[in-house]
């Protein structure tokens, strides 16, 4: 273990460490005393049937969905619903390489197990029933890594989930993302200050964690953000100005391993081993109703890859978010993201299912 104080409450709010016991991994391997940081808004009711999950994506925590999803006057209002955030392991606030300790002391660092995003889902269906008594849930969602999660509860867990929102993401991860992926792992393990897994602070791979915000760079944002400078909006003068002041700080705080854990689950995101490889018998088990939801100029998860997944749901549907900044449009900072993901999520909520 090792200390990072970006993994905590001063950066990341209001949270809960709530331990749902030992979890026998899929790939092999255990978490002895696996603990999940759990944010909580609005009431559950006595029915315990206005749940949802929202599940989170690489590199990211419950934080953006709690300052620009979550709120009176969204989809996702506390007023009517009890929204439940759960941080994937390895997210660094969740049992993570960089912060076992305690049980879980013999997996910190270099010997953390491989996980997969079954493993999140398995380990979030259990908190959900154990620790809330949640059986059924209204709605998940989430984005990128977080729509992985969606998929795989899905598909998982038909009878527990009534509707589903998976936002830029697929349910099959492409040989183009496994590549991606690899490369960002790539930039981390080829700096000398990673050492094996085993540094001393995440400063020491300050070179690799700069290289990865690169990368970010490129992938993250469509080609049509750097074309027509979108960055001027957001008050930055130049392009170098942008990658230097605004991805570069927001990778740099955080742990290698734990990103490096995030990005071999990501990379291995696929519900079709369900089903022996059969993706259209893996997403024909889903009874929720589904509304696909791809970003338009999205350079990960294209359109392309999300609407043939999408056509073989029974009863769903296929709703395009137009955001010219890409797969980080996710982030929420153009003014006419959120209410497109209001306005589609709304309306699935209201769907009778």
């Not at 950066?11 to 460490?17: I, L, Q, V």
């Amino acid at each position: 273990m090792i200390s990072n104080p970006f993994y905590s409450h001063e950066f990341h709010g209001d949270y809960d460490m709530v331990s749902i016991g030992g979890l026998d991994l899929e790939d092999g391997g255990r978490i002895p005393d696996c603990e999940l940081a759990v944010a909580t808004f609005g009431e559950l009711n006595a029915a315990k049937d206005n749940a949802i999950l929202i599940t989170s994506w690489y590199s990211g925590t419950h934080q953006i969905w709690r300052d620009v999803y979550i709120g009176p006057g969204h989809a996702l209002n506390p007023e009517r619903y009890f929204i439940v955030a759960v941080d994937q392991i390895g997210s660094g606030l969740s049992i993570s390489p960089h912060n076992a300790d305690g049980a879980n002391a013999g997996i910190a660092m270099s010997k953390f197990p491989h996980v997969r995003i079954g493993d999140d889902v398995v380990a979030q269906e259990r908190l959900l029933r154990e620790h809330f008594g949640i059986e059924r849930l209204a709605l998940v969602t989430g984005g990128s890594m977080g729509a992985q999660q969606t998929y795989e509860w899905a598909v998982r867990f038909p009878d527990k989930v009534l509707r589903a929102a998976p936002i830029a993401g697929t349910a099959q991860n492409t040989p183009h993302d496994f590549l991606l992926a690899e490369t960002m792992r790539e930039a981390i393990m080829s700096d000398p200050g990673w050492n094996g897994g085993e540094y001393a602070s995440n400063a020491d791979v300050a070179a690799g964690l700069i290289r990865q915000a690169h990368l970010w760079g490129v992938v993250g944002f469509s080609t049509e953000f750097w074309k027509q400078e979108v960055w001027r909006v957001l008050e930055f003068d130049s392009s170098d100005a942008f990658i230097t002041g605004f991805l570069e700080p927001y990778f740099t705080p955080m742990d290698p391993n734990d990103l490096l854990a995030q990005a071999w689950k990501w990379q291995r995101g696929d519900v079709a081993r369900h089903t022996g490889g059969d993706l259209a018998a893996a997403l024909g088990r889903i009874t929720a109703k589904v509304f696909v939801m791809p970003i338009d100029e999205d350079l990960l998860f294209p359109v392309r890859d999300c609407s043939p997944e999408q056509a073989l749901i029974k009863g769903s549907e296929l709703r395009i978010i137009q955001d010219i900044q890409g797969h980080l449009a996710l982030f929420g900072v153009a003014p006419t993201y959120l209410p497109q993901i209001d306005q589609h999520l709304s309306e699935l909520l209201a769907t009778q299912v």
